[in-house]
């Protein structure tokens, strides 16, 4: 059973601050990762993806991969209010079609 | 957003009726999924389209039939629905169908069954 976990939260920043969500995988054979954010009510937004070991950044946000540990993380930097939304972890199941879903971290940004 | 719509938003059904939710993808990708997102769930791969072809179907029950008539848009055809079916129903599309391509999803089929 090829698995995705996540820690649900709520994640609760300051507005400023970094935001670290991270997420665990099972499958040793995943190629692929992304991270999307899900407002409430709304539908997943793809936000960051990254195939290789490190760092990937694109303006305020950075997705670091550890194929070796198995991790995968997002770092939001100078949270925003706006940044409030479920983030949901995903990775290719490697050996199929399947693109295998956490259930999601809330992340709270206070102003 | 635009890149991938989906109708209606909001549908509510009976449990013997028979409706379709529609999906369009205007970006050009070769591969249309289908996902189901309860509350509290992790979002569920249904169908899986590569080329028109279905290439997974991952234990749906058959009251759930999808149609991929092109690459462009896709289908889900209901019938006797079960209120537990209850949920929103996401299309998403990539590039191509191996699953390492990002995905892009429309905004949803809230979908209530009475």
């Known amino acids: 059973q090829k698995e995705v976990e996540q820690n649900s939260g709520p994640l609760s920043v300051p507005e400023g601050a970094i935001a670290s969500l991270n997420c665990t995988y099972s499958?040793?054979?995943?190629?692929?990762f992304f991270w999307y954010r899900q407002y409430s009510g709304k539908s997943p937004e793809l936000i960051m993806f990254?195939?290789?070991?490190g760092d990937k950044e694109d303006g305020r946000f950075t997705a670091q991969l550890n194929k070796a540990s198995q991790y995968v993380s997002l770092l939001i930097r100078d949270s925003q209010p706006s940044d409030s939304a479920t983030y949901l972890c995903?990775?290719?199941?490697?050996?199929?079609?399947?693109?295998?879903f956490g259930k999601g971290t809330l992340l709270t940004v206070n102003p | 957003e635009t890149g991938v719509t989906q109708t209606p938003r909001h549908l509510v059904m009976g449990m013997t009726n028979k409706k379709s939710l529609k999906c369009e993808q205007h970006?050009?990708?070769?591969?249309m999924y289908w996902y189901k997102q309860s509350a509290k769930k992790p979002l569920e791969l249904m169908f899986v389209?590569?080329?028109?072809?279905?290439?997974e179907n991952n234990s749906v029950p058959s009251r759930f039939s999808p149609e991929c008539p092109n690459s462009s848009h896709l289908f889900l055809h209901l019938h006797t629905l079960q209120p537990e079916d209850s949920a929103l129903y996401l299309c998403?599309?990539?590039?191509?169908?191996?699953?390492?391509?990002?995905?892009?999803f429309g905004p949803g089929t809230r979908l209530t069954v009475t």
């Open positions: 998403a599309s990539s590039q191509d169908g191996t699953g390492v391509r990002e995905q892009y």
């Open positions: 995903a990775v290719n199941g490697g050996s199929n079609y399947k693109l295998t």
């Open positions: 389209y590569s080329l028109e072809e279905r290439v």
């Open positions: 990254i195939y290789s070991n």
């Open positions: 970006l050009g990708h070769n591969a």
């Open positions: 499958d040793r054979g995943s190629q692929s």
